[in-house]
T-cell receptor, first 110, second 113 residues
Framework: QKEVEQDPGPLSVPEGAIVSLNCTYSNSAFQYFMWYRQYSRKGPELLMYTYSSGNKEDGRFTAQVDKSSKYISLFIRDSQPSDSATYLC??????????FGDGTTLTVKP | DAGVTQSPTHLIKTRGQQVTLRCSPISGHKSVSWYQQVLGQGPQFIFQYYEKEERGRGNFPDRFSARQFPNYSSELNVNALLLGDSALYLC????????????FGQGTRLTVV
């Protein structure tokens, strides 16, 4: 069993939709929870990170962590075609050795 | 400001050969991490270096090695290449290695034939 499991997708939504991306993890030692966006043939770009249970907002993006359920989510409001990319969740013990999910590919159609 | 730069961008090698990949971190960043991303999967941690010392190693064979230079740039070496080593190799730099401050380069696409 992988340490991080990510909903596989792919996901296709119309412009303006709310998108929910989800991951589960197995190791309670993980303290940092990150979401990366990766465009085709590019390196991952850090979108958001959090280290506590609850919600963290940044513009149209909300990261949600539930440590009791070992469940993390990223919500995208008012999705745009430019949001089309692969989204990767990642978790870390603060040692800088992040464990990534396999990514969910999102397509937002105009 | 220059971001994380990796070279070369693409590389084709034959099975059994050796390869060296290079990474220049963001100015002022002292930590470099290497990841392997196989097509359709997430990045997998290979090494982390901080202040020229190895701080962590992932579950990769001894054919993989790395080092960090006094200017904080880094090299990843892979010996005796296998077809399964074909992947995107990513370098991430950060000030001190914290996962919340990692910036990734564009990667080096390695194809082993």
């Amino acid at each position: 069993q992988k340490e991080v499991e990510q909903d596989p997708g792919p996901l296709s939504v119309p412009e303006g939709a709310i998108v929910s991306l989800n991951c589960t993890y197995s190791n309670s030692a993980f303290q940092y929870f990150m979401w990366y966006r990766q465009y085709s043939r590019k390196g991952p770009e850090l979108l958001m990170y959090t280290y506590s249970s609850g919600n963290k907002e940044d513009g149209r993006f909300t990261a949600q962590v539930d440590k009791s359920s070992k469940y993390i989510s990223l919500f995208i409001r008012d999705s745009q075609p430019s949001d089309s990319a692969t989204y990767l969740c990642a978790i870390d013990t603060n040692a800088g050795k992040s464990t990534f999910g396999d990514g969910t590919t999102l397509t937002v159609k105009p | 400001d220059a971001g994380v730069t990796q070279s070369p961008t693409h590389l084709i090698k034959t099975r059994g050969q050796q390869v060296t990949l290079r990474c220049s971190p963001i100015s002022g960043h002292k930590s470099v991490s290497w990841y392997q991303q196989v097509l359709g999967q997430g990045p997998q941690f290979i090494f982390q270096y901080y202040e020229k010392e190895e701080r962590g190693r992932g579950n990769f064979p001894d054919r993989f090695s790395a080092r960090q230079f006094p200017n904080y740039s880094s090299e990843l070496n892979v010996n005796a290449l296998l077809l399964g080593d074909s992947a995107l190799y990513l370098c991430a730099s950060s000030l001190q290695g914290a996962p919340s401050e990692a910036f990734f380069g564009q990667g080096t696409r390695l194809t082993v034939v």
